[in-house]
């Protein structure tokens, strides 16, 4: 008898033709004799209305009542899954987060699950039932729903599979696995069979959202072996785990993008010591994220140009900070939110020699202008005009011999 933890995201729950399927999936699993705890996720495009819906009052709307209100979401597929399973003679029971509860700790919106008591769930899972859980919210210390970001299902799936000790967890999706780009936007992309928890780590932080970053580091803390599989089709899906060993013989393994970032420039501003910590200082005291920092080499040694990136949305919020500023003398800022970010990703970049000119190379070969650049051990990023997004994809694909 093995504990698995299925998660089930949006697609796979969009219709009750699909609730259906999925009631039929949890049986056959269970019948083979497993435990089974189901997270859901809300029908999908359903989690976007309802933010619709709360801009419709205000795009300040209450911190509170939009946790409040975006995690009904999960809870109409919750109830929905539970009922289909019963239906076709399956003993399931639906939980609410704070029915169970499931604490979670942060602020409203970006809270993360702590810890949750597991005694009636596993009872109930000992009692051959089923247990189906939604995902993405939970409860803070004084009673608050909250909510744990966008995505967020894959990270509840990921700490209850560590909490209630299940041997595996599995992600069933709308692609049947991580493909080395997404493959609904590149159709040469290929299925990836086994991927190191370090690489989808970079991959998902990079845009590719087939995995929340934020569950994936979760797993790999906690050495936590995850599938991520088709809820549509039998096929082999992906394997996330601590590789040890490693496949080096390809160089890159994945490229992600992301069209979440804004380029702001300052420019003409004071060359002196200290001034890019003035910058920066109230950014990160407002907790806004900087991303990469370029710093040209002053002529005149007076003054000189420097240009960050950020979070798109952040954007007005840097600029007003930046322009509040009384510390730093400047020229003008410009900025451009008509970027976005492409990255390759491979833990064999460490030991191949040339992959950064490679790169650089085929995107000037498409004279695609690069506007910023970052690196790491296992990844580089460079932000380009979001129009050539594709373009730039497509070739470095083929250049990394991934088609
Ligand atoms: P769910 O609703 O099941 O959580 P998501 O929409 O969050 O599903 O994630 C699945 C989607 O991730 C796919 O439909 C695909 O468009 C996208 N995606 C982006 N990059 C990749 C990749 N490298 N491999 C597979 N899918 C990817
Ligand atoms: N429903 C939430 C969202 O759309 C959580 C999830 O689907 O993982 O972000
Ligand atoms: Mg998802």
New binding site residues.
């Given amino acids: 008898m093995i504990k698995k933890v299925l ?6 729950v969009g219709t009750i033709d699909r609730i259906q399927h999925v009631a039929n999936i949890i049986k056959k699993e269970q019948g083979s004799n497993n435990r089974i705890i189901a997270i859901v ?1 809300a029908m ?1 495009g359903k989690t976007n209305e309802l933010i619709k819906l709360s801009k419709n009052i205000s795009n300040d709307f209450n911190k509170r009542e939009y946790d409040v209100l975006l995690s009904s979401g999960e809870q109409v597929t919750c109830a929905l899954l539970a009922g289909a399973l019963i239906n076709i003679g399956v003993k399931a029971k639906s939980w609410m987060n704070w029915q169970i509860p499931i604490l979670t700790k942060g602020e409203h919106s970006n809270s993360r699950i702590i810890n949750l008591s597991t005694e009636k769930i596993d009872d109930f899972l000992k009692d051959n039932g089923v247990a189906i859980i939604p995902g993405f919210q939970g409860i803070s210390e004084n009673g608050d729903v909250t909510t744990i970001g966008r ?1 967020g ?2 990270a509840t799936a990921v700490a209850l599979a560590k909490i209630f000790k299940a041997d595996i967890c599995e ?5 049947d ?9 590149i159709p040469v ?1 290929k ?2 069979d086994n991927i190191s928890f370090d690489e989808m780590l970079e ?1 998902s932080s990079l ?6 970053s934020s569950a994936v580091q979760t797993a790999m803390m906690y050495d936590i072996p995850l599938e ?1 599989k088709s ?1 549509f089709t039998n096929r082999k899906g ?1 394997k996330i785990f601590n590789q040890e060993n490693i496949d080096y013989s390809k160089s890159v393994t ?3 993008y992301s069209k979440d970032d804004a380029k702001v420039s300052i420019l003409g501003v004071e060359d002196r010591p200290g001034i890019a910590a003035n910058i920066f200082e109230p950014l990160s005291k407002s907790q806004i994220n900087v991303d990469m920092v370029i710093q040209n080499i002053s002529s005149d040694q007076k003054i000189t140009d420097l240009t960050f990136t950020i979070k798109r949305d952040e954007l007005s919020k840097t600029i007003s900070i930046l322009e509040n500023n009384k510390q730093i003398k400047y020229q003008k800022i410009v900025h451009n939110d008509k970027v976005s970010k492409v990255s390759i990703v491979g833990a064999g970049m460490v030991s191949t020699p040339g992959i950064t000119y490679k790169m650089f190379r085929a995107l000037s070969d498409e004279k695609i202008n690069i506007l910023a650049i970052s690196t790491s051990e296992i990844k580089l990023s460079v932000i380009i005009d979001e129009t050539n997004t594709l373009k730039a994809i497509r070739k470095l694909h083929t250049t990394f011999d991934l088609d």
């Avoid at 845009?207 to 929340?212: C, D, I, L, R, T």
């Fill in positions: 998660k089930f995201g949006g697609t796979s996720s999908s995505g299902s894959d992600i069933y999706t709308d692609v696995g991580v493909y080395s780009t997404d493959p609904t936007k992309a299925k990836i991959l845009g590719a959202k087939v995995m929340q991520v809820t992906t994945g490229v992600a």
